[in-house]
């Protein structure tokens, strides 16, 4: 869409609304909800086990994304999507609660980037968020609040300014700028709280506000969940419906799901399987082991369900066909050892961040503590993770296709002629505040209370909605923790840690990584290396890994 075109529609919409005109002319609803730590193939419509009703019917009404991108953790995928930036640009190239004194690292979305509800504000929309925010480090309600969601760009605001945390008692819980609690909160009371279906609680309230409240303006919905993040937790009831499916071990259900990959033509026909992480025979505890994937199963469709009761509020609302609706996750399978040890306080990556439960109970972990309780903070692991990242090589952290192959789904009655298709097109999370722009004819500004912002990097997915080419010239780069790669057409080179080799690969041929071409083209290395280089000089990425994180 031409600067020219938006402007105009700009204008024709903010008419509309200032005038209480029909909501056909209105720009479009934007609802984007992002899961927490899902894998690639965890969906049922990207080849899963698991229950996902919902959001399998959304793929069948739209189009799914097979190479579409997150930027490999929480925090800078979160700092990307909001700002249609590379984290590094937007201050948060690592995480929230480390921070360095300067550009890149600094834990704090930077005043150089704009959120996408600062730019639609522009063009007269409602905004609001539900769920996890985890890009500021001031993240307790009594400190300061200089990057919360309400001075970011957000009208109403309830969820966790942080990271992980408890289901049934997450603390701290915000509504707009307020702490609540769980027990405290006198406008959601629900006989039995679990913060997954309080998020789409609260999102479909918002909706069906916003109905009766602003019906004369559109509006953008955040839907941040934690699911199916650790700790592995969830009602007893959902969990029990996956009792004993589990029990085979890791590779009969891989197998399953790569095989109904290719079924679905996720995958090409002629793919291969990256080898796997573990086991089953190896494993001394299997009943435990099993559990924590029934747990975690029974989270991911909890979550779908609440995908269905933000749907059933955007159909009540009259909403729903002129909503564009995307979803997709933060990162790949989480591989983290947290709480898989019994050592709840030690330092490391099995350190969980609670003692107690809000109610003063000890919180339990370890391989002879049954996951799912409010009691308990357990992860499923590596070998559960490699599962979730079907077919790919690596997890949540690292740029192989295992820690940045994300799941999105396009639905959009009224502007998404395709409905059930693939589009194989390669994407990134820098694609979807140039979406958004579009999708509302907003303008994005060069600068904005005294700060020049920075040019956006993606590309508007309106034409590949459509079916169209997306015409994309710039490479697509990524860099955590030493861990980089740089896209380019069909060609991926990709490297393992700050002092890690430069793979290459054919994307086309080879998604899974397994051919390494690095030997047989080293022009092509060199010259895509050199431009991952400059691109790492231009935006505050280097040096590589500041924080020194092992690999």
């Known amino acids: 869409m031409s600067l020219v075109m938006a402007a105009s529609l700009l204008g024709t919409s903010l008419t509309a609304a200032q005038a209480g005109a029909p909501q056909s002319l209105l720009p479009p609803n934007i609802v984007i909800i992002l899961a927490d730590d899902l894998g690639f193939c965890d969906l049922g419509c990207y080849g899963g086990e698991i229950r996902t009703p919902h959001l399998d019917a959304l793929a069948a009404g739209g189009v799914r994304f097979t190479q579409f991108y997150n930027a490999g953790r929480c925090c800078p995928s979160r700092a990307c999507l909001l700002t249609g930036l590379y984290p590094h640009q937007a201050d948060v190239g690592w995480m929230t609660s480390g921070s360095l004194d300067r550009p890149g690292y600094r834990g704090e979305l930077s005043r150089e980037a704009l959120t996408i509800p600062e730019v639609l504000r522009t063009a007269s929309y409602s905004t609001y968020l539900c769920g996890k925010w985890h890009v500021t480090k001031d993240d307790w309600p009594q400190g300061p609040q200089p990057n919360w969601p309400r001075q970011r760009g957000f009208d109403r605001f309830y969820g966790t300014n942080k990271g992980g945390g408890g289901y049934f008692d997450p603390d701290p819980l915000v509504r707009d700028d307020r702490r609540i609690t769980a027990a405290s909160d006198s406008e959601y009371r629900p006989n039995h709280f679990y913060y997954t279906d309080a998020i789409a609680a609260q999102a479909a309230r918002f909706v069906s506000e916003h109905a009766h409240q602003h019906e004369a303006k559109p509006f953008f919905l955040y839907v941040a969940f934690t699911a199916p993040h650790w700790p592995l937790q969830a009602p007893a009831a959902a969990i029990e419906k996956y009792q004993g499916q589990y029990d085979g071990g890791y590779e009969p259900i891989r197998r399953r799901r790569f095989e109904r990959q290719k079924q679905l033509g996720i995958l090409r026909t002629d793919a291969e399987l990256s080898p796997a992480a573990g086991h089953w025979n190896e ?75 809000g109610d003063g109970r000890p919180i339990r972990n370890g391989k002879d503590v049954m996951p799912g309780p409010d009691d308990t903070f357990i992860a499923y692991g590596r070998n559960w993770a490699n599962v979730s990242t079907t077919p790919f090589r690596l997890y949540k952290h690292w740029m192989h296709e295992g820690g940045i192959a994300t799941p999105l789904i396009a639905h959009w009655p009224n502007g998404i002629p395709r409905h059930g298709e693939l589009e194989r097109q390669p994407a990134h999370l820098i694609d979807i505040m140039p979406t958004c722009v579009a999708v509302a004819a907003a303008r994005y500004p060069r600068q904005s209370n005294g700060h020049a912002i920075a040019p956006l990097p993606g590309l508007s997915l309106l034409p590949a909605f459509r079916g169209k080419s997306l015409d994309r010239k710039a490479p697509i780069f990524w860099e955590h923790e030493g861990n980089r790669a740089i896209r380019i057409a069909r060609w991926k080179l990709v490297a393992k840690g700050s002092d890690g080799p430069w793979e290459l690969y054919d994307m086309n041929a080879d998604r899974t990584e397994l051919h390494n071409l690095a030997g047989r083209q080293p022009h092509r290395v060199k010259d895509m290396a050199a431009q991952w280089q400059q691109w790492a000089r231009k935006n505050h990425v280097l040096p590589l890994n500041p924080f020194k994180i092992p690999q």
């Open 283 to 357: 494993q001394p505890n299997k009943t435990w082991e099993a559990r924590c994937m029934e747990v975690y199963a029974a989270q991911v469709e909890v979550m779908d369900a609440g995908v269905g009761r933000i749907v059933q509020a955007l159909k009540g609302a009259h909403q729903f066909d002129r909503t564009l609706l995307l979803f997709l996750s933060d990162n790949g399978g989480c591989a983290e050892k947290m709480g898989r040890e019994s050592q709840p306080n030690g330092p490391g990556t099995n350190a969980v961040p609670r003692r107690l439960t």
